[in-house]
């Protein structure tokens, strides 16, 4: 979601427009001391009590003034209501009287404020109408806009007050939660970190997903650390003016600057972020001045002045200039996850707090039957079940509601991300269970397990996540013969389990053909062709005779298959802890290393652990 209410600053035609208002409220002002300076101003009761008294020889009536003699000559101005009744008064009391229609001169300033204001009208207007093209219509917020502020930044500040967010209002995300707590800290208490002369963060990277609560992430942080909030896009800064980002840039530090402590957040920073000189054509001058500025800014915080930490949000980390991740700058990165189920359950409770559903819902149920849904979703599932309940006159929300809910967002979704049906979701369990069931029974040839999910993600329906113990620049036989069988454990589970073939192992075989090539043609493996390398063999022939790239093709087929007769009989002989690896991922979607090696009684592999 995105901000609400923001402080805004007022800019340059802010500031045209207060002097405007000054200026007019001065020359009234002026005007009506000039009045009551006047010898003879006198109050409208003053006035009345003169003419019962029968002081009053004349007076000249023009709509509400009033200019008058005395009976001893003394010239006298008042202010009056204008009742009929006093005529009857001047009548009386023999009051010489006279009526005019107001005049111009009378009202002179009156007019004036009145010009003023058509013109303040005017100007309004025209700035609207420019802010308005410039956004094409979308009302975005934002101060400035339009031609005065172009070079000024379209950041949004929130005021500590207006910021609910704490990190009890995001659910899930556990690790990034855990992460961003130093930040807190710091910023609550600079000094205690200084003292010892520690260098702490002064950026982070959040990196998910769109609406899994990345943004929400960075209010919490802010909100939790009582200090301001300055909102920003990547795409906020790129105007067709060369110079102008840059300038936005530098006029958002100079403003965190002097509100810090506080939190600069930078959404799709890889509007701004992508890698220097790589993008075909031209335009992206405007973009690089722009990231060079960012750079710049962040590389000039002083340790000494109170902190501005910069929180940056992208789902594409892999297109962002490395120069952006250095130390000093964005150098932590914290994953924000698609939440798995149990994830998806807290995500929900959190939402349905503001509702009214009935007590007994099941939303374990709910969450099980959303898969891949993002934060986002979850909350507008939430709110369209509840919308739905509505409409049907209900007092409360009912599991019915949650299922049309979940069934119209789908549809919506399904060129988004996949939906699996059960069957699906089935065979990818079996899939990847299969791939980590390998690396467990070979643990000393392959890269240890770090984590399995079925969670499709992209076009991928599960990933099995494994870890390099340490940079590995040299690999055995052994290990690369390991690796494939790895690699082909996911189709070999799915041939053993459901005996037929679904087309989800593409990228698999590709990497253990990959792997079984090289070991041929690069790395001299095989007694068949000997120790020597064969260059360009890929689909081609490579300048090879026909013989030989018969040999080198018939090499990989016989490794391929050796290895995937191994997984499926490792596989074979380990059917229970299949089985059993296979329903725990069903059922929890996601199972760390840690988790599986208790499930299936297996020693952890704890010299291994990579230091993430
Ligand atoms: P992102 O910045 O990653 O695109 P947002 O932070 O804007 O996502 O999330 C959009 C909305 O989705 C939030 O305002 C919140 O209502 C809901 N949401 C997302 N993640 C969570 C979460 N972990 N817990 C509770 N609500 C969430
Ligand atoms: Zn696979």
């Given at each position: 979601?995105?901000?609400?209410?923001?402080?805004?600053?007022?800019?340059?035609?802010?500031?045209?427009?207060?002097?405007?208002?000054?200026?007019?409220?001065?020359?009234?002002?002026?005007?009506?001391?000039?009045?009551?300076?006047?010898?003879?101003?006198?109050?409208?009761?003053?006035?009345?009590?003169?003419?019962?008294?029968?002081?009053?020889?004349?007076?000249?009536?023009?709509?509400?003034?009033?200019?008058?003699?005395?009976?001893?000559?003394?010239?006298?101005?008042?202010?009056?209501?204008?009742?009929?009744?006093?005529?009857?008064?001047?009548?009386?009391?023999?009051?010489?009287?006279?009526?005019?229609?107001?005049?111009?001169?009378?009202?002179?300033?009156?007019?004036?404020?009145?010009?003023?204001?058509?013109?303040?009208?005017?100007?309004?207007?025209?700035?609207?109408?420019?802010?308005?093209?410039?956004?094409?219509?979308?009302?975005?917020?934002?101060?400035?806009?339009?031609?005065?502020?172009?070079?000024?930044?379209?950041?949004?500040?929130?005021?500590?007050?207006?910021?609910?967010?704490?990190?009890?209002?995001?659910?899930?995300?556990?690790?990034?939660?855990?992460?961003?707590?130093?930040?807190?800290?710091?910023?609550?208490?600079?000094?205690?970190?200084?003292?010892?002369?520690?260098?702490?963060?002064?950026?982070?990277?959040?990196?998910?997903?769109?609406?899994?609560?990345?943004?929400?992430?960075?209010?919490?942080?802010?909100?939790?650390?009582?200090?301001?909030?300055?909102?920003?896009?990547?795409?906020?800064?790129?105007?067709?003016?060369?110079?102008?980002?840059?300038?936005?840039?530098?006029?958002?530090?100079?403003?965190?600057?002097?509100?810090?402590?506080?939190?600069?957040?930078?959404?799709?920073?890889?509007?701004?972020?992508?890698?220097?000189?790589?993008?075909?054509?031209?335009?992206?001058?405007?973009?690089?001045?722009?990231?060079?500025?960012?750079?710049?800014?962040?590389?000039?915080?002083?340790?000494?002045?109170?902190?501005?930490?910069?929180?940056?949000?992208?789902?594409?980390?892999?297109?962002?200039?490395?120069?952006?991740?250095?130390?000093?700058?964005?150098?932590?990165?914290?994953?924000?996850?698609?939440?798995?189920?149990?994830?998806?359950?807290?995500?929900?409770?959190?939402?349905?707090?503001?509702?009214?559903?009935?007590?007994?819902?099941?939303?374990?149920?709910?969450?099980?039957?959303?898969?891949?849904?993002?934060?986002?979703?979850?909350?507008?599932?939430?709110?369209?079940?509840?919308?739905?309940?509505?409409?049907?006159?209900?007092?409360?929300?009912?599991?019915?509601?949650?299922?049309?809910?979940?069934?119209?967002?789908?549809?919506?979704?399904?060129?988004?991300?996949?939906?699996?049906?059960?069957?699906?979701?089935k065979i990818t369990a079996y899939h990847e269970a299969g791939h980590a069931l390998i690396r467990l029974l070979m643990p000393n040839e392959t890269d240890p397990l770090?984590?399995v999910?079925i969670?499709?993600?992209?076009?991928?329906?599960g990933?099995t996540?494994f870890?390099?113990?340490?940079?590995?620049?040299?690999?055995t036989k052994e290990e690369l013969l390991a690796n494939i069988a790895a690699a082909l454990g996911g189709r070999a589970a799915e041939e053993l389990v459901f005996n037929e073939l679904s087309?989800g192992a593409?990228?698999d075989f590709?990497a253990a053909?990959?792997t079984a090539?090289?070991?041929?043609?690069?790395?001299?493996?095989?007694?068949?062709?000997?120790?020597?390398?064969?260059?360009?063999?890929?689909?081609?022939?490579?300048?090879?005779?026909?013989?030989?790239?018969?040999?080198?093709?018939?090499?990989?087929?016989r490794i391929l298959d050796e290895q995937y007769d191994k997984a499926m009989q490792m596989l074979k002989d380990n059917r229970d802890k299949l089985n059993k690896l296979s329903e725990e991922l069903l059922?929890?979607?996601?199972l760390?290393a840690?988790e599986i090696y208790e499930l299936l009684g297996i020693e952890p592999r704890?010299?291994l652990?990579?230091?993430?």
């Amino acid at each position: 979601m995105k901000p609400k209410k923001p402080f805004k600053s007022f800019g340059p035609m802010g500031l045209f427009v207060g002097i405007i208002v000054a200026v007019m409220l001065l020359v009234g002002l002026s005007k009506l001391t000039e009045i009551s300076q006047s010898i003879g101003q006198i109050s409208y009761k003053e006035f009345l009590d003169k003419v019962r008294d029968d002081k009053v020889k004349s007076v000249e009536v023009s709509g509400q003034f009033v200019e008058g003699k005395m009976k001893d000559g003394q010239n006298f101005q008042t202010v009056v209501a204008e009742r009929p009744s006093d005529f009857d008064l001047f009548e009386k009391h023999e009051v010489n009287y006279s009526v005019s229609v107001p005049s111009v001169s009378t009202g002179g300033w009156l007019v004036f404020m009145v010009i003023g204001l058509l013109m303040l009208l005017g100007m309004l207007s025209a700035w609207y109408l420019s802010r308005q093209m410039k956004n094409g219509g979308a009302g975005r917020g934002g101060p400035g806009g339009g031609i005065f502020n172009i070079g000024k930044s379209r950041a949004k500040m929130f005021l500590p007050a207006t910021i609910k967010e704490r990190f009890s209002s995001v659910a899930g995300a556990h690790e990034a939660k855990e992460d961003l707590k130093d930040i807190v800290d710091f910023l609550k208490d600079p000094s205690k970190y200084r003292r010892l002369g520690a260098q702490i963060t002064k950026g982070a990277l959040l990196v998910g997903e769109p609406g899994t609560g990345k943004t929400l992430l960075a209010r919490a942080v802010a909100g939790e650390a009582n200090c301001p909030f300055f909102s920003v896009s990547g795409s906020d800064f790129i105007e067709v003016f060369v110079g102008v980002g840059a300038s936005r840039v530098r006029d958002l530090f100079e403003q965190a600057k002097k509100n810090a402590p506080c939190i600069v957040f930078i959404d799709e920073i890889d509007a701004i972020g992508r890698q220097r000189g790589v993008s075909a054509g031209g335009g992206n001058e405007e973009r690089e001045q722009t990231l060079n500025q960012l750079l710049t800014e962040m590389d000039g915080f002083e340790s000494s002045k109170e902190p501005v930490i910069v929180l940056a949000a992208t789902n594409r980390a892999d297109v962002l200039d490395k120069a952006l991740l250095r130390p000093g700058r964005f150098d932590r990165r914290i994953e924000v996850p698609v939440p798995d189920l149990v994830s998806r359950q807290e995500i929900l409770k959190v939402h349905l707090k503001k509702v009214k559903a009935v007590a007994d819902l099941d939303v374990k149920k709910i969450a099980r039957g959303t898969p891949g849904f993002t934060g986002a979703d979850l909350a507008n599932l939430v709110n369209q079940a509840t919308i739905i309940a509505s409409k049907k006159n209900l007092t409360e929300v009912g599991m019915h509601e949650f299922e049309e809910a979940r069934d119209q967002i789908m549809l919506g979704k399904e060129s988004k991300t996949m939906i699996l049906t059960d069957e699906d979701k089935k065979i990818t369990a079996y899939h990847e269970a299969g791939h980590a069931l390998i690396r467990l029974l070979m643990p000393n040839e392959t890269d240890p397990l770090h984590k399995v999910t079925i969670i499709p993600r992209g076009r991928a329906l599960g990933v099995t996540h494994f870890m390099p113990e340490r940079e590995k620049y040299n690999r055995t036989k052994e290990e690369l013969l390991a690796n494939i069988a790895a690699a082909l454990g996911g189709r070999a589970a799915e041939e053993l389990v459901f005996n037929e073939l679904s087309t989800g192992a593409y990228s698999d075989f590709k990497a253990a053909t990959d792997t079984a090539r090289a070991m041929v043609c690069h790395y001299g493996m095989t007694d068949a062709l000997g120790k020597r390398v064969y260059l360009d063999t890929y689909d081609t022939k490579g300048g090879y005779s026909q013989k030989t790239f018969e040999k080198i093709d018939n090499e990989i087929t016989r490794i391929l298959d050796e290895q995937y007769d191994k997984a499926m009989q490792m596989l074979k002989d380990n059917r229970d802890k299949l089985n059993k690896l296979s329903e725990e991922l069903l059922d929890k979607e996601t199972l760390y290393a840690s988790e599986i090696y208790e499930l299936l009684g297996i020693e952890p592999r704890e010299d291994l652990r990579l230091v993430e």
